[in-house]
């Protein structure tokens, strides 16, 4: 049988249950059920007793083992029930049934022994197991393996069609028997043996069968591994590419502009670190080989600045450049913060910015500008990506703070020009190293691990609303001092409508305590026109209001220096990278500056420890680490948007960390000696690299 046959045909499928199949879990061929992992197993070596079972076993699979000895249909019409009493040795129970009872009555036969799997459940005392699964004992020791069965996930819907998990896996187990002496091996030979790895088919035979606890780890280390090693292969592979093709735009020359700026308008002496990291620029962009760096910083350690010495070094040597940015807000704030800086320069009106807001006039006025080369730098959103934006000669793109922007979406920006630009990606640190490795693993890492001097730590407080007068005290005293204030409440989703009233409610509450003309208050949120957002940003920015009320619309990169006060309203509701961004919003001027964490008196252990992570430190790097330890495998920051666009099936970013180095070193080592995959016993490794590779990026050889 080949795992390409559409799963209709499979025994027992058909065409209903197929449509099901591909509609809710995406299965539309047996190579797809095939790799349809159980998500748990159940150990069927261990059979309970019907006396033993207590409320602890309640809502957890137990099997059991006995006779059925009697039935009935209870009830009429669709309110209908099919109970039957097992029994053992030790006492009787109840199984109910609510759905097919019909079907299930004619399995049931009075007087004969039945593996019983369920997860009880009890009433006044008595147990019962509602919907389990049965079958009878010959047919249990018939089937040999009697070890680890897998549990799969699958869908109400399914499961009315008798597909629940024990279906799937009937399904699965006919599905082995035909598909078993036909699977092929996806790691060449060498890699297998070198790794001590499973074979592909004792692995997929494990995953689904384990015959030992042993060979399901082993299975399961070895299908994660081939897809971490498939993904890492598809990412180097990039990588060497660019390495290996001189076809990168030079920039020789440090000019006037450069020199001017450097000189006469540089508002302070640039850090050890940001020194440094103009240099790895400038080397890489002399180097002929095209640049994808990644640069990491803490919030507040003045990576923008070394973007614009990027850019003004593309200048000087005739090439435009263009920065991105997340949202509109920080675009804006950019294209001012450029626009001040390059004040007296030749490059001054030399810069414009692009957003989706922007109005057709003036856009049409830009995207002619930035055609013909008018536009030295152009600052965006996403909108920058779109094709009709193009440039006269673009060599450097610049990418500002985002965490989801991968391979793929890089390599779009790459067809703008006909060598791809250099690009730089900027980062804040905390992005666990796991994740960096497969969005950002095609990169060549720079790392400004020094603050401007003069800064001196952010003091983080964590308030109950008992302090709520103090707090009020305090900010009136920092307004004084001529400071401004940031409050910000959270947003999400799932309780979207609640969360702008406590926002409105706190905009209210803040208005009165705080009144014209004394004080002036503005609002920031996402429901607000993109217009009246940078109108509130400008007032903020230019120091006319004194507290700004938002949502973390303003999490990302805004600066501000003035402002000193960073309340954080229901602070518990935020992630620790969260709070630690927000944090960094403060802090950016001379003045000893302050975060506040608001939250409510009763905190669960785990807020508790993130909140008081906060007030211990100022570190970015320590504070990632902690998040990951605090939240385990699950979704950190952006783990699973990218895990979706990677497609990984059993391996994850977040928590097969070892297993990822691993896979990267192995790689590497290939690609190191054989960087086409072209000699014979990597045959196989060219096909997974292919089916792993991220789309849209450009094939080099192509382009030399
Ligand atoms: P981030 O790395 O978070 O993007 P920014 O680039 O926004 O940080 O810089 C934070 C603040 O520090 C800005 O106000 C910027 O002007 C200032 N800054 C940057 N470099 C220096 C420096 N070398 N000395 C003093 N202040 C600096
Ligand atoms: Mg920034």
């Known amino acids: 049988m080949r795992a390409d046959m559409d799963i209709k045909f499979l025994s027992g499928v058909g065409e209903k249950r197929a449509a099901l199949l591909a509609s809710e879990l995406g299965i539309r061929t047996v190579g797809d059920l095939l790799h349809h992992y159980p998500h748990r197993y159940i150990d069927r070596t261990k059979v309970y007793r019907i006396a033993s079972l207590s409320e602890e076993n309640s809502a957890t699979f137990v099997q059991l ?53 369920g997860k009880p459940s009890f009433f006044g005392g008595k147990c019962n197991v509602v919907h389990p699964e049965i079958e009878t004992v010959e047919k249990f020791l ?58 592909r088919r004792d692995a997929l035979q494990n995953i689904h069968f384990p015959t030992s606890p042993q060979m399901l780890q082993r299975a399961i280390y070895r299908l994660k591994f081939e897809e971490l090693f498939g993904v890492q292969l598809g990412i180097l592979s990039v990588k060497a590419g660019r390495t290996t093709h001189r076809n990168g735009f030079m920039f020789p020359r440090v000019g006037d502009l450069f020199r001017d700026f450097y000189e006469n308008h540089l508002p302070f002496t640039l850090t050890g670190a940001q020194k440094r990291v103009v240099k790895e620029i400038r080397s890489d962009c002399v180097s002929g080989h095209q640049m994808n760096r990644l640069l990491q910083g803490d919030v507040g350690s003045g990576k923008t600045l070394v973007a614009l010495m990027a850019m003004l070094l593309a200048s000087d040597n005739g090439y435009q450049s263009c920065m991105m940015a997340p949202t509109e807000i920080l675009a ?10 390059l004040r007296g320069t030749s490059a001054e009106g030399r810069v414009a910015v692009l957003t989706g807001s922007t109005k057709t006039r003036e856009r049409r006025e830009i995207l002619e500008r930035t055609l013909s080369g008018e536009v030295q730098i152009l ?28 391979v793929e979406q890089r390599a779009k920006l790459w067809t703008k020009n006909s060598q791809p630009p250099h690009i730089l990606v900027m980062t804040a640190t905390p992005i666990p190293r796991t994740l960096a490795m497969t969005l950002y693993g ?38 004084a001092k001529g400071r401004q204030v940031y409050v910000v409440y959270p947003l999400i989703k799932e309780s979207e409508a609640m969360d702008y009233q406590n926002l409105y409610d706190g905009f209210e509450h803040i208005v009165q305590e705080f009144p014209l ?25 230019e120091g006319v209001n004194n507290i700004l009320v938002a949502t973390s619309v303003i999490e990302v990169g805004v600066d501000v220096p003035n402002a000193t006060v960073m309340v954080i309203e229901s602070a518990e509701r935020f992630g620790l990278s969260q709070l630690h961004q927000l944090r960094g919003r403060v802090g950016r001027g001379g003045n000893q500056s302050y975060c506040v964490l608001m939250s409510g008196d009763k905190l669960s252990r785990e807020a508790e420890a993130r909140l008081g992570a906060m007030v211990e430190t100022n570190d970015g790097f320590r504070l990632s680490e902690l998040d990951l330890k605090l939240r385990g495998a699950g979704d950190v920051n952006g783990t699973r948007q990218s895990g979706e666009a990677i497609d990984l099936r059993i391996a994850s ?31 196989l ?12 990026t450009i094939d080099y050889g192509m382009i030399s």
């Not at 003091?459 to 005290?473: A, D, F, Q, S």
């Not at 070892?658 to 070193?665: C, G, S, T, W």
């Not at 080592?669 to 016993?681: F, Q, R």
């Not at 490794?685 to 849209?696: D, F, G, H």
């Open 65 to 117: 083992r006995g006779r059925i000895i009697g039935k009935a249909f209870l009830g009429e019409g669709r309110k209908q029930r099919l109970t039957a009493t097992l029994a053992d040795s030790t006492g009787q129970m109840e199984l109910v049934w609510f759905q097919q009872t019909k079907w299930v009555e004619k399995q049931l036969e009075v007087g004969r022994e039945y593996m019983v799997l």
């Open 142 to 199: 018939s089937r040999g393996n009697m070890g680890m069965q897998g549990v799969y996930s699958t869908t109400e819907r399914l499961t009315s069609v008798g597909l629940a998990s024990k279906g799937l896996y009937t399904l699965v187990c006919t599905l082995w028997e035909h598909i078993s002496d036909s699977v092929t091996e996806t790691l060449p030979e060498h890699l297998v043996k070198r790794l001590d790895l499973l074979s």
């Open 332 to 341: 804006r704030q950019h294209y001012s913060s450029l626009t001040k800086m």
């Open 379 to 406: 600052v965006g959103t996403h909108a920058l990506i779109e094709d009709r934006v193009q440039f006269e000669n673009l060599g450097l793109v610049v990418i500002d703070e985002q965490h989801r922007f991968g």
């Open 442 to 479: 095609d990169l060549d890492v720079s790392v400004i691990d020094e603050m401007p001097a003069g800064r001196k730590p952010i003091k983080t407080y964590h308030l109950k609303e008992g302090m709520r007068l103090k707090l009020n005290g305090f900010m009136k005293q920092e307004i």
């Open 517 to 541: 003309p004394e004080y002036k208050v503005g609002a920031l949120h996402g429901k607000m026109a993109p217009e009246d957002k940078a109108e509130a940003m400008r007032l903020f920015a």
């Open 653 to 683: 970013l977040s928590s097969d960390g070892q297993i990822l180095e691993q896979a990267r070193m192995v790689a590497s080592s290939v690609l190191e000696d054989d960087a086409t995959l072209s000699k014979p016993e990597n045959r």
């Open 685 to 696: 490794l060219a096909a997974l690299r292919e089916r792993y590779k991220p789309k849209n």
